[in-house]
């Protein structure tokens, strides 16, 4: 079982990071939260500094996660402020209009390089930090969509598989320094990234019910988790519609 005692969180402003920070410290955690948005990320961090006890630690900076230069000052300026490194969840993306990326290849660089490649360039440096620590958990945000291309989000469910992809590979090469590596991949989650989507019915979880599942697969290292759960079954089936009917579906 993984201790959550000090944990980092990048992307903390999202909705889904936000139930997670919370309820790891009614847990009695520690945090260091970055985010984009100033505003959004001080009302968090007072938010969390009321929930929380005198022993508790709770901190954090603005920062442009898409800037990769700023990764290594992000992780050490974390790791200072908690006295070490127990556990990190990366939680930032965006969800891409695919029409128009379709049409601007510069606006498909900039989602995969939001989406994957500062996710990557992050998980390089952490990787490396709790290798040598020979403990720690890293958790990422992935996504149900990464599991096989769609026509309604393929940039989007790109970004992510790559990331899946990558996690994979990860956890395989920490495994042997006690690191587990988690790759969380909620289906549809009612929160302001998919507002411009119809919701409704028994496919839609809330970001509560994504931070529970996240904390307890970070708790017990798991590899991969389907939140909810039933999304497991359902990606098992999409994976395996056969291609000539796939391409068919308005999915």
Not at 109 to 134: D, G, H
Request: include cysteine; charged fraction near 20%.
């Amino acid at each position: 079982m993984n201790s959550l005692n000090r944990v980092i969180l990048f992307g903390a402003t999202s909705a889904i990071a936000e139930q997670t920070a919370r309820q790891l410290v009614a847990q009695g955690a520690s945090l260091y939260c970055v985010g984009r948005n100033r505003d959004k990320l001080m009302a968090l961090i007072d938010d969390l500094k009321v929930r929380a006890s005198d022993q508790q630690q709770i901190d954090g900076c603005v920062a442009d996660l898409t800037d990769s230069d700023q990764h290594a000052r992000l992780i050490d300026a974390g790791e200072r402020a908690l006295g070490g490194i127990d556990g990190v969840l990366i939680a930032h993306g965006t969800l891409p209009d695919q029409q128009a990326c379709q049409a601007d290849v510069d606006k498909t660089r900039q989602e995969i390089e939001t989406n994957a490649l500062s996710v990557i360039s992050l998980l390089t440096l952490l990787a490396n930090r709790l290798e040598q620590q020979q403990h720690g958990v890293i958790a990422v945000i992935s996504s149900v969509a990464g599991d096989r291309g769609r026509q309604s989000n393929y940039v989007y469910g790109a970004a992510k598989g790559m990331v899946t992809l990558f996690l994979q590979g990860l956890r395989n090469r920490l495994a042997k320094a006690s690191v587990d590596v988690v790759t969380i991949k909620p289906g549809f989650v009612d929160t302001p990234m998919t507002a411009e989507l119809d919701k409704g019915g028994p496919l839609w979880a809330k970001p509560e019910q994504i931070a529970t599942g996240i904390i307890k697969a970070m708790q017990k290292g798991k590899g991969e988790v389907y939140l909810p759960w039933f999304w497991w079954g359902i990606m098992l089936i999409i994976k395996h519609i056969p291609e000539a009917i796939f391409k068919r579906m308005s999915l």
